[in-house]
């Protein structure tokens, strides 16, 4: 079985899986997207056609590549299928060890021995992801950021079994992807997520408690500390279902001070997962614009 370099598979066409479809396919590779469901297929490949008009528009994407970049996506629920001949495999499925777990020993079984299998998980430990391969050498973390078009960041993270080979290769993809990178060991949320998840986790906290608003809460917070976003809205940008699997997974790793909210799971409870579903702690329209 022969790879192509420069094709790369993504399982699950989510809020992650079809950015970082659309970067690959900006810098010029066919990018495979998978899902189980074939309606979040389509709705993928609408948010990619509309990120690529809005990159032409701001002038970051030439419109040359743009039209190149829609004729290199393409979608299926076939699995096996789409990892037959890629050299990368990047798998973005729901927070779950036993799904990752699922895709990862598919994807092995059905590419070749030198396809380089990645997990944009957030938080999870990517030594036990790729443990359940036969060959974990190949195995690897590649932590994209949400929004991907806009998100200069690929954290990659190296698994105990992980190979020199495979970091390199991940990290040689994620640079043509136009992206950064940082090299970390693998610790639950690396880098980034276990301060990010605080962060959101303390934001909810103060909500519960009655400290302010949620505008207050988030005004305060860019203002105050400089960042771009609130916690508030950075939670609904993220959606509050995947975030609530990562606070129970750094809960369960690093400790109590990640245990998420009451008001958190009653807000997933009632399906306000954030701007996927157009309510979170703030409501968005149709394309994911605040009302
Ligand atoms: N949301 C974020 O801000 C963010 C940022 C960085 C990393 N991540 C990580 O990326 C991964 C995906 O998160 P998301 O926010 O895109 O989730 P999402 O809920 O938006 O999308 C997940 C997709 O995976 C699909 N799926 C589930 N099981 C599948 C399977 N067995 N095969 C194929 N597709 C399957 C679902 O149908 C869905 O379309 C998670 O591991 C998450 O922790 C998320």
Redesign the pocket.
């Known amino acids: 079985m022969t790879t192509e370099p420069d094709t790369v598979t993504i399982?699950?066409?989510?809020?992650?899986?079809?950015?970082i479809a659309y970067a690959a396919a900006v810098a010029g590779w066919e990018a495979r997207l998978?899902?189980?469901?074939a309606g979040?297929l389509d709705d993928?490949v609408g948010t990619i056609h509309r990120d690529l008009d809005a990159g032409v528009a701001r002038g970051k994407v030439e419109a040359d590549a743009a039209d190149r970049a829609r004729s290199l996506v393409s979608t299926t629920?076939d699995?096996a299928a789409a990892c037959d001949g890629a050299g990368l495999v990047i798998?973005?499925?729901?927070?779950r060890m036993d799904?990752?777990h699922?895709?990862f020993r598919t994807a092995e079984a059905a590419s070749s021995p030198q396809t380089v299998l990645a997990?944009?998980?957030?938080?999870?430990s990517i030594t036990e992801i790729i443990a359940c391969l036969d060959d974990p050498s190949r195995g690897v973390g590649m932590?994209?950021?949400?929004p991907v078009p806009k998100m200069k960041l690929c954290e990659l993270i190296r698994g105990l079994q992980t190979s020199a080979e495979t970091m390199d290769r991940a990290e040689a993809a994620a640079q043509a992807f136009g992206k950064q990178t940082v090299r970390v060991e693998d610790g639950p949320g690396f880098a980034t997520?276990r301060v990010n998840a605080l962060i959101g986790n303390e934001g909810m906290r103060m909500l519960e408690e009655g400290i302010a608003s949620p505008e207050d809460i988030d005004r305060a917070v860019k203002l105050g500390l400089n960042h771009p976003m609130g916690p508030l809205e950075m939670g609904d940008?993220?959606?509050w279902?995947?975030?609530l699997?990562?606070l129970d997974y750094l809960a369960g790793t690093l400790g109590e001070r990640f245990r998420p909210t009451n008001l958190h799971r009653r807000m997933v409870a009632a399906g306000r997962l954030g701007r996927?579903s157009g309510h979170g702690i703030y409501r968005y329209d149709a394309d994911g614009n605040r009302l």
Not at 34 to 37: R, S, T
Not at 119 to 124: H, K, R
């Open positions: 399982v699950g066409s989510g809020l992650m899986g079809r950015g998978v899902d189980v469901d979040q993928a629920t699995l798998e973005a499925v729901v927070e799904v990752k699922e895709v997990t944009n998980t957030s938080s999870m932590h994209f950021f949400n997520s940008l993220v959606g279902d995947t975030r699997l990562i996927k």
